[in-house]
């Protein structure tokens, strides 16, 4: 399919200079619509519409930069070229400063032209497919809170729904920042218990000694500390959903417990006498794939086949990358709005950045890196200087080295390090084993549990 020209106006009072710029930007594959003065000019930029305006600043009526603020008021993102025969600095920054593309003096300098229209071009297919995305998230791209329009995440979007409807308790897998609180909330909203609480409790952030309180909680006077009672999480999000955030990292006693909980059994507050029972629909996450954490200990295999009624897998951000461009132009407006700015979109060497890196931390490390880029912006653009340096110059791999975000488990850093390290040793285990000072039979048993053979 041929793609329309892109429509240039060119405002100029010299018909010489008319002429040979027609020619040009003919020849360039350009559409070209002509003015002789500003106010013409004006007029036209609203039935023509054009997506570039060349322009002439010096002219009677209406000037260059009178025409620059006019077109900036109706399109704020339509790219000025501004063309003088006095090589004027103090007009060029004005210009530049008002919002112009460029700047070019007299006599024109055909082929810097021809690359500032080619690099507005690009700029102009950038920016159409960004309101695209755009409109497609005010359509909504994705299922509640998340937001993702591939294949695998349609597939885990209808799963979700499917789930939804039943009572039985999920299992939501999933390498960290991909997404499995975002699942579980939905899975709340989409389920006849949405009006009421939904709780999460992360056994991985809360200390030890502190869990069991937290979850069942306690009456005043239970341990040292307990000043006053305090309602546990299960009694917190009775009638509702309670999703138990990185259960492989519950103490082992602990899963027993609320093994019985998921059993049928009541509840009682540490220090309690009276039981109770609740009312609440469980929902566990693990960042291990769940069998692997069973097999090394991690999680009890009674409470894994109690939880893993429905399992759910929420698949790293490698392995749906088309969604890049559509998650990064929504973290774009996020942070639009939090930091009261104005980014429209990635300029394309941006956005190819960000299809090439390979994500190891996934949408919060994507979230992470256009927050930091929004700001660093400020302007209409993120330009590739804008992405952290690990994005801009991602190391090639079975180097020496590679790069992880702060935020990635430790569990995830070894995985990730041993199979690069083996990589680099020519998949020769014992040699592996060697550089990572551990014995060959550990090493083998690490990649059983990555699922690697
Ligand atoms: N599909 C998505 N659409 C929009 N935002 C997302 C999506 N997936 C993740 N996020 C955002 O990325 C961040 C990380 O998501 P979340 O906390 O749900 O990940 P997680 O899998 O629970 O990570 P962890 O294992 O580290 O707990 C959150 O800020 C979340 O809002
Ligand atoms: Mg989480």
């Known amino acids: 399919m041929a793609s329309t020209p892109t ?162 308790p999920v299992i939501i897998s999933g390498e960290s920042g991909t997404g499995k609180e975002l699942v579980a909330r939905s899975l709340h909203d989409q389920s006849a218990r949405s009006k009421e609480p939904f709780i999460a409790v992360n056994s991985a952030a809360i200390p030890q000694d502190l869990i069991e309180s937290e979850i069942f909680g306690h009456e005043k006077g239970a341990f040292t500390g307990a000043i006053a009672e305090h309602p546990g999480c299960f009694e917190l999000s009775n009638r509702g959903t309670l999703l138990l955030d990185e259960i492989a990292e519950m103490p082992i006693l602990l899963q027993s417990k609320l093994l019985r909980v998921l059993e049928g059994s009541k509840i009682r507050r540490l220090g309690g006498v009276k039981e109770f029972s609740v009312d609440v629909r469980v929902i566990a996450s693990t960042n291990q794939n769940p069998r692997h954490a069973v097999e090394s200990g991690n999680l009890r295999e009674d409470l894994y086949f109690r939880l893993n009624v429905f399992s759910l897998l929420v698949p790293p951000l490698r392995e749906h990358k088309d969604d890049v461009p559509l998650l990064a132009q929504y973290f774009i407006q996020q942070f639009n709005q939090k930091h009261s700015l104005h980014v429209e979109a990635l300029r394309e060497g941006a956005l190819k950045m960000l299809k090439a890196y390979s994500w190891p931390g996934n949408v919060r490390e994507l979230k992470n890196a256009m927050e930091r880029a929004v700001i660093m912006a400020r302007g209409n653009w993120i330009e590739t200087s804008h992405l952290p340096p690990y994005i801009q ?61």
């Open 7 to 168: 429509k240039v106006l060119l405002v100029d009072d010299d018909p010489d200079a008319q002429d040979i710029m027609q020619i040009y930007l003919g020849q360039w594959g350009f559409q070209v619509r002509i003015a002789s003065n500003g106010t013409e000019a004006r007029d036209l930029a609203d039935t023509y519409n054009p997506d570039i305006v060349i322009s002439d600043v010096v002219m009677p009526e209406l000037s260059g930069l009178e025409l620059l603020r006019c077109l900036q008021s109706s399109d704020p993102g339509r790219p000025v070229i501004l063309i003088t025969g006095y090589s004027s600095v103090d007009m060029a920054v004005e210009a530049m400063k008002e919002g112009a593309q460029d700047f070019l003096t007299k006599p024109l300098d055909y082929s810097k032209l021809k690359s500032i229209l080619e690099a507005a071009r690009i700029d102009l297919k950038v920016r159409k497919e960004s309101q695209e995305l755009s409109t497609q998230l005010e359509r909504g791209a994705g299922f509640g809170p998340l937001v993702g329009k591939s294949r695998v995440m349609k597939e885990l979007y209808k799963l979700i729904k499917t789930v939804a409807g039943s009572e039985a």
């Open 393 to 453: 110059n991602p190391v090639a791999e079975d180097t020496s080295s590679f790069v992880l975000p702060l935020g990635v488990s430790a569990a995830r850093a070894q995985k990730e390090l041993i199979l690069r390290t083996l990589k680099k040793a020519g998949n020769n285990k014992a040699e592996a084993a060697r550089q990572l000072g551990l014995d060959v039979k550990t090493i083998l048993k690490k990649l059983k549990s990555y699922g690697v053979h």
